[in-house]
């Protein structure tokens, strides 16, 4: 019998994308033999993932899941949004985001046990049965000291799961009840506004110096005097800050307040300051850049093959 390495079983699976246990069990079956050991696992279907690791996947489900002071949010991806309406998938990726809440990051959570084996040796095994490539794209958690965190879907196909996934953490002594439902519609105006920070001072300096530069030249370009510029270019800072801030932003809900003073107003009815601290958001396949086919075309390039 050859002795079986765990040098070679990593071999066989990134080779095959096989789960460790399956790998090592074609290994096994087939006296060390490579070769044959792959042919074992491609007779088995269990060699499927690694043919599909290619395939663009920008389908698939956010899943937000939350625990009182604490949520998770993560996004796993298909290659179709049939995927996304498959109730072993659905499973998958609400159990994989409960999980993500006693974990840090994205690499932690494929790290994680999930009954026995990692997290990716299981999205691995699910590769294989559904037939379709996926991965576990992205997690964040966000937590206060006291108050809540609050989850909305948007689009939800199911509880907890849908296209666009928020959290809001509201620190305060609140009742629940309030933060609840201050927390609900601070986190529909988030899927809907999009904000990328949550106040001025945490604008990424990067993104405050491009857009100052971008102002900067605008000013010099209608041949404003120097004092005047300035002036220009500190009100638009102010008018570009409303716009990508959270707390800045207009309510959409009712249109006219800013979301400070929801959040101060909310305070007051309750009878306890309440504290926007945080804000998540995830919308499904943002930033995958998916090749759109030209079927014709793809018709055509069969036929004259």
């Known amino acids: 019998m050859a002795e079986i390495t765990a040098s070679n079983v990593k071999a066989l699976r990134e080779k095959t994308g096989a789960g460790m246990m399956d790998a090592k069990k074609a290994l096994v079956e087939n006296d060390g033999d490579m070769d044959a050991a792959v042919d074992w696992l491609r007779t088995k279907g269990l060699a499927k993932a690694a043919k599909k690791s290619g395939r663009v996947a920008a389908e698939g489900l956010v899943a937000v899941v939350t625990d009182g002071t604490k949520g998770a949010v993560v996004e796993i991806n298909s290659e179709t949004d049939f995927v996304s309406r498959n109730e072993e998938f659905q499973g998958f990726v609400k159990n994989v985001a409960q999980i993500s809440l006693g974990v840090s990051n994205a690499e932690e959570l494929a790290a994680a046990d999930m009954g ?24 964040a958690s966000i937590e206060v000291s006291k108050g809540a965190v609050i989850a909305y879907v948007h ?151």
Do not use: W, Y
């Open 155 to 305: 689009g939800a196909l199911a509880d907890g799961l849908g296209k666009i996934g928020v959290l809001v953490a509201l620190e305060s002594d609140a009742s629940a009840d309030a933060l609840q439902a201050l927390g609900k519609q601070i986190a529909m105006h988030v899927a809907a506004a999009n904000p990328q920070f949550l106040d001025a001072s945490s604008v990424d300096s990067a993104v405050a110096e491009r857009e100052k530069n971008v102002l900067v030249e605008q000013a010099k370009a209608e041949g404003k005097p120097q004092d005047i510029a300035e002036r220009m270019v500190q009100g638009r800072m102010q008018k570009f800050f409303k716009e990508i801030c959270l707390v800045d932003q207009i309510f959409v809900i009712d249109g006219e307040t800013k979301i400070a003073d929801v959040i101060a107003n909310a305070g007051k009815e309750a009878g306890s300051e309440i504290k926007l601290t945080g804000f998540l958001r995830f919308q499904l396949g943002d930033g995958i850049e998916k090749e759109e086919e030209d079927f014709a075309a793809e018709v055509n390039k069969v036929a004259n093959a």
């Open 116 to 139: 026995g084996k990692p997290v990716s040796e299981n999205l691995t095994d699910l590769i294989s049965k559904i037939g379709e490539n996926m991965t576990l794209r992205r997690s």
